[in-house]
């Protein structure tokens, strides 16, 4: 299938890497791109690349005040403008020269439904060799979004009548924008898939936003932070969904985000959570994890 994709990348003192990311995005196979960049308030020379890149009429761009990668790709997300497929982009990574074209195949046509792509990454270290690897093995359910922030945004792709929905509703709490637009997805029926296969070398560095190869000590101390600040990111989340899509969710989706969303108000509602077969992961370990934050009233 082909299709006109715009791609939306995030950049904020991106000069090491930019260069390396654009020619990967120019050279696309098999598709017709577009790639508009918001820059979140670099103070390198990130800027004078985007304005040479821009001059050359091979991407259009915008700035605006340092807000994080979540809502300046959110930022993104609602101002873009229109075409058919988007894609998200980091400043840093490298992609595969068919990883667009492989998304559209996934997808294929929908028409106006919704429909999100997103795959596997190949993690690599800052000089783009090949570094042990996180694979995941998502079940694709909503139970499992509830629990569970796994998704990468950096390998999403998703079509126009899904943007139309994510529109519509702008939360006022995420953690990122990617576990927000994944977990809309499946909250309202959207056709979600998943590819095994690697397209893109997902660079491991020093300045991540957001990496995969932290270690098990950074990763188990913001699990704590995040537990001694009571945080309640998922039903803080669920929350969010009812108020922006409840009225689209099946009765299936609806009843299970009202738990989750409710639980800690309400006993009954508290065992039904804890006790829910949906509540389930590919992952055995991250179940259990889920199971014990809402048993501890952290979820």
């Known amino acids: ?8 990348m995030s950049t904020y003192n991106g000069e090491r890497f930019l260069h390396e990311q654009l020619s990967s995005i120019y050279s696309q196979e098999g598709v017709d791109i577009m790639l508009t960049v918001r820059d979140d308030g670099s103070t390198d020379a990130t800027r004078r690349i985007l304005e040479e890149e821009s001059a050359a009429g091979r991407l259009q761009w915008y700035t605006g005040a340092n807000k994080g990668p979540a809502w300046s790709f959110w930022d993104l997300v609602l101002n873009a403008p229109d075409t058919e497929f988007y894609a998200f982009a980091d400043q ?5 020269s068919n990883k667009l074209k492989a998304a559209l195949e996934y997808i294929g046509d929908k028409g106006n439904e919704p429909a999100l792509y ?7 270290d800052s000089q783009l060799r090949e570094i042990p ?24 792709v998703f079509n126009h009548a899904l943007r139309k929905l994510l529109k519509r509703y702008t939360p006022t709490y995420i953690r990122m924008h990617d576990v927000w637009i994944y977990d809309v997805a499946l909250a309202v029926g959207a056709h979600v898939s998943f590819d095994r296969r690697p397209h893109m070398s997902y660079r ?16 188990w101390s913001n699990r704590y932070k995040r537990l001694r600040k009571n945080e309640h990111i998922r039903s803080r989340l669920a929350k ?17 985000t009202e738990l989750v ?10 065992v ?12 055995s370990s991250v179940t259990i994890t889920g199971r014990m934050a809402i048993l501890t009233r952290m979820f």
């Open 1 to 8: 299938m082909q299709g006109t994709v715009q791609i939306l």
């Open 92 to 96: 840093d990574d490298v992609w595969d």
């Open 118 to 124: 997103f795959c596997q990454t190949r993690l690599v």
């Open 133 to 156: 690897n996180v694979t995941i093995s998502p079940l694709l359910t909503y139970g499992e979004a509830l629990m569970y922030q796994f998704v990468g945004g950096c390998t999403m």
């Open 204 to 219: 491991q560095h020093g300045d991540n936003a957001v990496g995969q190869m932290k270690s098990l000590k950074f990763v």
């Open 240 to 256: 969010e969904l009812l108020t922006g899509y409840g009225d689209i969710m099946s009765k299936y989706n609806r009843e299970l």
């Open 261 to 270: 969303a409710g639980y800690r108000n309400s006993s009954g509602k508290w």
């Open 272 to 283: 039904k959570l804890f006790l829910s077969p949906r509540l389930k992961c590919a992952s």
